[in-house]
């Protein structure tokens, strides 16, 4: 089996779960981290356990690295991107990965042109009670879906010069967690938002949204989205259908599915546990199987879906009040 080498750009505290994910993953290894502080890129390889240690230009031009993971703030998710696929490197970046439909198109077309793999980090995608939930929908157990309830939010405490609140560094609730809501809706659907209605408040002092709420049409469905980082909600999935309904508790995050009929059988959990506890394996090893089959893309987070999502964030933030 060829060993995916990866390499990481940003020295953030999710890159840490990402690098424990790569060590639980057959045929991955970690080569390498950056950080724009030495220091910090050295306290965060001794920490993690990492070979060695580059700045960013460094290590996008290192022939020992087949794919960048990018955890850097998002508003340098785009230049970190294009500097990654411009020296030859498969990329994975965190979510948000774009903050405009303009920007994620940008990307995926040189991806393109360079023959590379690009996906954004849409780890709950890949979640086993998000797959279960999926096939559970797709084998018409639930019937015709008719309506879904997502919510998601936090109480936030950051000091207002910190990403949350941060305009500089791509702040506010959409950026950061609307984006779960958003993708793993439109993946249990399996097809787009086709309209939206929006409500946002924005923070009266830095003007990032703190809370949105948002009325999103499918095709024959409609789902009402929560999101905050001035609260902590209660945060769940719920997709109702003509034949039942299916709930997932902490969906982004979560272990667990259940199925309730509408019928007289009894509801059907099914729960999940994930190795080392790192839900991030499931993604970093469909990375390393896609990029070893010579993939451009995983068909769990195809270029579409980032594109959409951030035609949604035009859609919504551009409406801020």
């Given at each position: 089996?060829?060993?995916?080498?990866?390499?990481i750009?940003?020295?953030?505290?999710?890159?840490?779960?990402?690098?424990?994910?790569?060590?639980?993953?057959?045929?991955?290894?970690?080569?390498?981290?950056?950080?724009?502080?030495?220091?910090?890129?050295?306290?965060?390889?001794?920490?993690?356990?990492?070979?060695?240690?580059?700045?960013?230009?460094?290590?996008?031009?290192?022939?020992?690295?087949?794919?960048?993971?990018?955890?850097?703030?998002?508003?340098?998710?785009k230049?970190?991107?294009?500097?990654c696929?411009?020296?030859?490197?498969h990329v994975?970046?965190?979510?948000?990965?774009?903050?405009?439909?303009a920007?994620?198109r940008?990307m995926?077309?040189?991806?393109?042109?360079?023959?590379?793999?690009?996906?954004?980090?849409?780890?709950?995608?890949f979640?086993?009670?998000?797959?279960t939930?999926?096939?559970?929908?797709?084998?018409?157990?639930?019937?015709t879906?008719?309506s879904?309830?997502?919510?998601?939010?936090?109480?936030?405490n950051?000091?207002?010069?910190?990403?949350?609140?941060?305009?500089?560094?791509?702040?506010?609730?959409?950026?950061d967690?609307?984006?779960?809501?958003?993708?793993?809706?439109?993946y249990?659907?399996?097809?787009?938002?086709?309209?939206?209605?929006?409500?946002?408040?924005?923070?009266p002092?830095?003007?990032?949204?703190?809370?949105?709420?948002?009325?999103?049409r499918?095709d024959s469905?409609?789902?009402?989205?929560?999101?905050?980082v001035?609260?902590?909600?209660?945060?769940?999935?719920?997709?109702?259908?003509?034949?039942?309904?299916i709930e997932?508790?902490?969906?982004?995050?979560?272990?667990?599915?259940?199925?309730?009929?509408?019928?007289?059988?009894?509801?059907?959990?099914?729960?999940?546990s994930?190795?080392?506890?790192?839900?991030?394996v499931?993604?970093?090893?469909?990375?390393?199987s896609?990029?070893?089959?010579?993939?451009?893309?995983?068909?769990?987070?195809?270029?579409?879906?980032?594109?959409e999502?951030?035609k949604i964030?035009?859609?919504?933030?551009?409406?801020?009040?």
């Open positions: 089996m060829k060993i995916i080498r990866f390499g750009l940003g020295a953030a505290n999710i890159a840490g779960k990402f690098v424990d994910a790569v060590n639980r993953t057959e045929g991955a290894c970690v080569v390498s981290v950056a950080s724009r502080s030495r220091q910090r890129a050295e306290a965060f390889r001794a920490k993690n356990g990492i070979p060695s240690a580059d700045t960013y230009e460094s290590l996008v031009k290192r022939d020992d690295i087949d794919v960048i993971y990018i955890a850097t703030t998002q508003n340098m998710h230049e970190n991107v294009i500097m696929l411009q020296n030859g490197k994975i970046c965190e979510k948000a990965m774009a903050l405009t439909e920007d994620a940008e995926f077309a040189l991806a393109k042109e360079k023959n590379l793999f690009l996906m954004e980090a849409m780890w709950s995608r979640l086993p009670s998000i797959q939930a999926r096939k559970w929908i797709e084998d018409g157990r639930i019937g879906i008719q879904a309830y997502a919510t998601i939010g936090f109480l936030c950051q000091p207002l010069t910190g990403r949350i609140f941060n305009p500089d560094l791509g702040g506010g609730a959409m950026y967690i609307g984006v779960y809501a958003i993708e793993v809706l439109t249990l659907f399996n097809r787009p938002i086709e309209d939206i209605q929006s409500f946002v408040r924005t923070h002092q830095t003007g990032v949204d703190e809370r949105c709420a948002i009325l999103a499918f469905a409609d789902a009402l989205i929560d999101v905050s001035t609260s902590n909600v209660k945060q769940f999935i719920v997709i109702n259908g003509t034949k039942g309904r997932l508790p902490d969906f982004h995050v979560g272990n667990t599915a259940t199925f309730v009929p509408f019928s007289s059988d009894a509801p059907e959990s099914a729960v999940f994930y190795p080392g506890d790192n839900g991030f499931f993604e970093a090893g469909e990375v390393a896609c990029i070893r089959d010579g993939k451009t893309f995983s068909e769990v987070v195809p270029p579409e879906t980032t594109i999502c951030a964030f035009d859609l919504v933030l551009g409406k801020k009040n």
